[in-house]
């Protein structure tokens, strides 16, 4: 009994000494590795189309510009989802946002678990949610501009194409997915922290541009590179 009082206070003094020195804890159950990278396109990118606005004007403006696929620099690819496939990934503790502002779809591709997306019309105007899935039953609802929000849930993982039917451009892409995921920011880059160590197959996804898929190994409290590249579509 006292032994492991003795015991407990030592780990205890351990823990904090640790904590002193900057250490970090030992890696558990839930400890992993993270995986960064880049993606970036080959080839030419379809240049953007500019549109003339027809229709609520006030809200949308004059122009739209449609960029079905958002290269940078050197060709880095916003907007790319990078997956950890079959991983389990801790669930996120927030709910996915889609919302219709200047009569865009924000964000253009969102990410969410299986679960419930919330959508929003900040917009003073009438917007249509009008999804094209198939694992998951298809939503073709009308969202008045008194309707702030919608709930409305995918619970199969799958890339959904979504319009509006008011709006001729308004074009996004729902990905459900439930491994590990992010997109890639303007600079192509990604970060999936936490990754459960070991060999894992990482799933690179554009909606344009299709797929493809590299093995990494990850390994506790590390950092692991990798980087894709994307044939431009002809
Ligand atoms: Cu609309």
């Known amino acids: 009994m006292r032994k492991s009082v003795i015991a407990s206070v030592l780990v205890m003094a351990l823990v904090a000494a640790a904590a002193l020195l900057g250490w970090n804890p030992p890696v558990g159950a839930q400890g992993g590795g993270t995986i960064v990278g880049e993606v970036k396109v080959s080839g030419t990118a379809p240049a953007p189309k500019t549109i003339k606005v027809n229709k609520d004007n006030e809200v ?106 008011a709006h001729s451009w308004m074009h996004g892409w729902i990905v459900v997915t439930e491994s590990p995921a992010a997109l890639t920011d303007d600079k192509g880059s990604f970060k999936l922290e936490n990754v459960p160590p070991g060999k894992h197959k990482v799933e690179v996804l554009h909606p344009v541009l299709g797929k493809q898929t590299k093995e990494v190994e990850v390994k506790a409290g590390q950092e692991a590179k990798v980087a894709f590249e994307l044939a431009a579509k002809k």
């Not at 669930?91 to 889609?98: G, N, Q, R, Y």
């Not at 990410?111 to 929003?120: H, K, T, V, Y």
């Not at 998951?136 to 039917?165: G, H, L, S």
């Open 60 to 165: 949308c403006g004059n122009e739209k510009k449609i960029v079905e696929v958002a290269a940078g620099a050197g060709g880095a690819l916003a907007n790319a989802v990078v997956s950890v496939t079959g991983a389990k990934g801790a669930k996120p503790t927030k709910k996915a946002v889609l919302d219709q502002k200047g009569c865009e779809f924000r964000p253009e591709v969102v990410l969410m678990a299986p679960g419930e997306l919330e959508i929003l019309n900040s917009d003073g105007v009438l917007h249509n949610i009008h999804t094209f899935s198939t694992a998951n039953p298809p939503v073709n609802k009308a969202q008045p501009k008194f309707k702030k929000t919608m709930t409305e849930k995918f619970e199969k993982p799958e890339v959904i194409k979504v319009q509006c039917d």
